[in-house]
């Protein structure tokens, strides 16, 4: 079954950029139909949609991390990754990446994750 | 953005006893919510999309009503592996998450 991994450094420092890597097995990014998505949960709070990417390239961002958000595709290696600029101690915080169905079945849902990784922003 | 709020906060319940989850939208999301559950260490996990609809290998305990602003997650008899975090979350306009619910052990 398909499955995805982040991977990643687990620390950055201010202002720098952190950048993490999704990798898609058991089944090809390129197949279509799926919106694939990178999801933060703060340390202990709720979590936070950051944006999507579609096999195709065309993104969408979170309005609020918009100007620091780029997510990329790389279908060759059946890859997606998240670039986030300018980095605080605010974005410290358990990165997912997820996919979501679209006009699938179960439609605009999570319904496959990643298991997270860590990253924590200090000096 | 869509704001979401979860009540209560934290609820005490014993195994078999019924839990009633509650989420309301600042403005109308139609169907368009999903609830997940999340155990400590873990991803999210989807039980309900478009408000009511089981997802893959949910068990029936699990349902979900409501519509436009208010909407309602019921687990019928509690089980022990269902003590955990559940959030709401919309996708009506763009995604928002709820804060969550912890169901934990009374």
């Known amino acids: 079954q398909v499955q995805l991994q982040e991977s990643g450094p687990g620390l950055v420092k201010p202002s720098q950029t952190l950048s993490l890597t999704c990798t898609v097995s058991g089944g090809s990014i390129s197949s279509g139909g799926y919106y694939w998505s990178w999801i933060r949960q703060h340390p202990g709070k709720g979590l936070e949609w950051i944006g999507y990417i579609y096999y195709s390239g065309s993104t969408y961002y979170n309005p609020s991390l918009k100007s620091r958000v780029t997510i990329s595709v790389d279908t060759s290696k059946n890859q997606f990754s998240l670039k986030l600029s300018s980095v605080t101690a605010a974005d410290t915080a358990v990165y997912y990446c997820a996919r979501a169905a679209g006009l699938l079945s179960p439609g605009w849902y999570f319904d496959l994750w990643g298991r997270g990784t860590l990253v924590t922003v200090s000096s | 953005e869509i704001v979401l709020t979860q009540s209560p906060a934290t609820l005490s319940l014993s195994p078999g006893e019924r839990a009633t989850l509650s989420c309301r939208a600042s403005?109308?999301?139609?169907?368009?919510l999903a609830w997940y559950q999340q155990k400590p260490g873990q991803a999210p996990r989807l039980l309900i999309y478009?408000?009511?609809n089981r997802a893959t290998g949910i068990p029936a305990r699990f349902s979900g009503s409501g519509s436009g602003t208010d909407f309602t997650l019921t687990i019928s008899s509690l089980e022990p592996e269902d003590f955990a975090v559940y959030y709401c979350q919309q996708r009506s306009n763009s995604f928002t998450f709820g804060p969550g619910t912890k169901v934990d052990i009374k």
């Open positions: 403005q109308s999301v139609s169907s368009y």
């Open positions: 478009d408000a009511s």
